[in-house]
C-alpha cells in the first residue's frame, strides 16, 4: 500500500500562533476542516485521552502552536558508548505514519500531532547556536520527535530550512523520513547543505509493522529524484528487525537500494536494532496485536531500553555490513547507540570515541558550493 | 437476573450514595425517612424512626438460589459457623419478602443463613422489608452498608459489587469511578473500575488461589480478562506451584509472549508436557515447581539467551575450580568482560587456588568462556 498522506479531521489553533504567517499558510493548504482556537492547549488532553484507542484517534487533531522551549537539542543518543555527535530540531510533535514500534507512542504527553508555527524563533535559534561555535560542524535532522517530510505537503518548511542551512557555512541538515514527499525539495539551492535519508526495511515490515508509509519502491524513487536534484542521500537500516528469514529480506533491500542509487551519493549508512521500553511494549500488544515486534529476545539495556540479545545484535549488524560492502565498499557504515564491544565484534573495530566517529562524519559532509 | 433498564433510578436514591470522603454514610431521609408506624416509645421520650419489622423466619422459605443482593465472596466460613454454634445469631439478617407470600430473598447475611443452615437450624430472627417499598438498587446499597460496617471488602467483593452495580443496577461508569471505587477504598481511576469488572469474571479455581493469597491481584486481573478455558488451565498449572509476585509476573508474560509466537493459548502453552511434568513430580516443592516452570518458560521465549547461560555454566564446570572461586559473566553478556572473585583464609589456601587458576589457564574451556554466547 502505498503512503498514505495526513489529513487532519479538526485543526486546533494556540491563540498566539493564529496570526503567524506559517498558521495562515497550513490552514490554506487545508482547506473545510474546522477550526477551533484555544489559549490553552491542554485544556485539551482530557479530550483527546478520552478514547480508549486515544493514541489513533488523537492524531486526527492537529494543533498548530508556539514552541515556547528550545527547538535544537543535541541527540539523546549522545549518551552513548560511541555516539556520531548529531543535533535534532522538534519542529512537530508526533506522526501520522503508524509504525507499531514507534517510540513516540510512549514519549509524547499530548496525543495529538502538533506542529510549531513559530518557525521565525526556530530558525533564529538554529542560525544563532551554529553560527556561535563556528569552529564546529553541526549534523543536525528533524526526524526525532516526527518524520521530517510526512507533513512537508502541510508545512512546507523544507522550503525554509534548506536555504537556511545553505547560508550555514558549519551546518548540514538531514531530513529523515519514511516518505516520499519531495516535491517541495526540487529546484532549491541547497548547496550541499541538505542530505535526504531514508529509514529502510523489507517489504514485509514495511507492510506489516510500518502502516501508512510509503512502500520500498517509494523510497527508493524518491531517494533516486533527490539525487537527480543534486542532493546527497543518506540510509538507516533502524530499527533492524530481527526474524525468521531476515537475511534473505535484508539482502534484497539492499540489492534494491543500490539499484537505484548509486554508492557515490550516498553519505552514510546507519544500522540500528530495535529498541524499545516496557511501556511500548504493553502498547504495541494493545494496539497492534497482530505484530511480532515485541517477540524478539531482548535484554535490558541502556537509558531503560530494551534491545536484542547482543550475539542477535552481532549477527545483524556484521551481515549486513558484508552486504552493503558488496555494493559500496567505500560508504562509511556507523551502528547507532551502540557499545564498543559489540562494534569491535561486527565491524572488527570501534572509533576510539564519539569524536573520532563525528569527526569522519563530518568529513563527509561535502559543501559544494560554499555559501 | 434482570437487567434494570439504565437511569431508571431517581435523584434522591443517587443521594443515598452520596459519600464523604472517610466513607461514613450520610443519613438519606429519601430512602429512610420516617414512616406512619414508626413511633416507639421509650420513657416519656418518643422517637420516630424508619419501620423495623422483625421476624422469626423459617430458613426452608428463604431462597438460597437468588443471589442479586450476595456481596460475599466466600459463604461457608468455619469462623462463622463457630460463632453460631456458640453464641447463636446476634444480628439480624436482613430479608425481602417476594411477590409470592412466605418467600423471601437474602438482602443481609448470606454467611450468617448458610451457617444457621449448616448447623441445622430450623429458624432465624430477620429484619424483613416489603418489596413494593424498596428498589433494588435502595436494598442492594443496604447490602454494600451492611458489609462495610464491620469489615473491609477482599477484592473478589469489591469485583461483585461493581459488577452488579454496573451490569445489573445500571449504573453509569462515571458514577462507579467517582463514589463506589473511593467507597471500596480503591482509587477513583477508570483503569481500576476496569481491572475490578474484569476480576469478577475470574475463574473459580483462580478466586481460591486468590482468596488464599497464591496469586496477586494484577495476576488475577489479567487472568480474568481471558476466557474461561483459559483461566481453567491457567489455573490447573499455577495450582501445583508457587511463584513469588515478580516470578508470577514473568511467568505469565512469558507464557503471553509464547501463546502469541507460537500463535497458540495460554492453555497450550500451560499443557506442554515439560509443564505438566514439572506440576507432577512429587519430589519437588511449589516453590521449586514454579522455579523450575519458570525456567522452562523463559529457555523457551529466549533460547539464545538461555543456550547462551548453560555454556557459560558448562565451560566454567570445565575450569574445575573450586568452590571458593566465583566466575560472573556481564549481565545478559553484553560485553565480553569476566568477573573474577575467591576468598582465601590461610597462605596455602591462597597458594591452592592460584595453582587452581593456573591449571584453569591451559584449559580450553577458560577460552570459550569469553565465547560462549
Known sequence: MSMVPYHPERIVIQEEACNDAATQEMLQRLPGIPVQTVRDVDSLLPELRASTDYRTTAKR?????????????ECPGAGAEICCGYFVINYALNCHFECTYCVLQSFLNNPALTIYTNIGDLMGEVKEKILGSPGRTFRVGTGETADSLALDEITFYSRRLIPLFRSLPNAVLELKTKSAQVANLQALDHGGHTIISWSLNP??????EELKTATLEERLDAARLCRQWGYRVGFHFDPLIYYQGWERDYEEVVRELFRYVDPEGICWISLGCLRFTNDLK????????RSRIPYGEFVPG??????????IRDEMYTKMQAMIREHAPRVLVYLCMENRAVWERSFGQAPSSTDELATRMDALVDFNDPP | MPVEERHSYSNSELKCLSITNDATPKTC???????PNSLWRRGARRFILPT?????????????????FRISEDLDLARMVSALQAVGLIHPVVLLESVTPSNFTIVCGFRRLHGLRSIGSDMTLARTLKSTEHSRLELFLKAIWDNLSHREMAPLEAARILYKLKNEFGLENDILVERFLPLLGLSPHRNVLQGYLHLHRLHPELRSQLNAGHLTLSSAERLAQAAPEIQAGAARTLGK??????????????????????????TDIFNQPEIRAVGDDARLSAFQKGEKTHGYLYSLRNPRIARARENFQAEKAGLALPGTVRISADPFFETPRLRVEF????????RETVDALATACRKASLDRLFEVS
Not at chain 2, 248 to 264: F, G, K, N, S
Request: glycine letters at 4%; aromatic letters at 8%; charged letters at 30%.
Open chain 2, 52 to 68: 423495623m419489622i422483625f421476624e422469626e423466619i423459617p430458613l426452608s422459605t428463604i431462597d438460597y438460589q437468588d443471589e442479586t
Open chain 2, 241 to 266: 506451584v508457587r511463584l513469588s509476585a515478580s516470578l508470577q509476573r514473568e511467568v505469565l508474560d512469558l507464557a503471553e509472549d509464547l501463546a502469541a509466537i507460537t500463535d497458540t493459548t495460554l
Open chain 1, 302 to 311: 541502556n537509558h531503560g531500553k530494551w534491545r536484542y540479545f547482543r550475539p
Open chain 1, 203 to 208: 517489504r514485509r515490515i514495511i507492510r506489516n
Open chain 2, 343 to 350: 576468598d582465601v583464609a590461610s597462605p596455602r589456601a591462597f
Open chain 2, 29 to 35: 431521609a429519601a430512602v429512610a425517612g420516617p414512616r
Open chain 1, 61 to 73: 487533531t492537529l494543533i498548530l502552536m508556539h514552541n515556547r522551549g528550545s527547538f535544537m537539542k
Open chain 1, 282 to 289: 504493553e502498547i504495541v500488544r494493545r494496539r497492534f496485536p
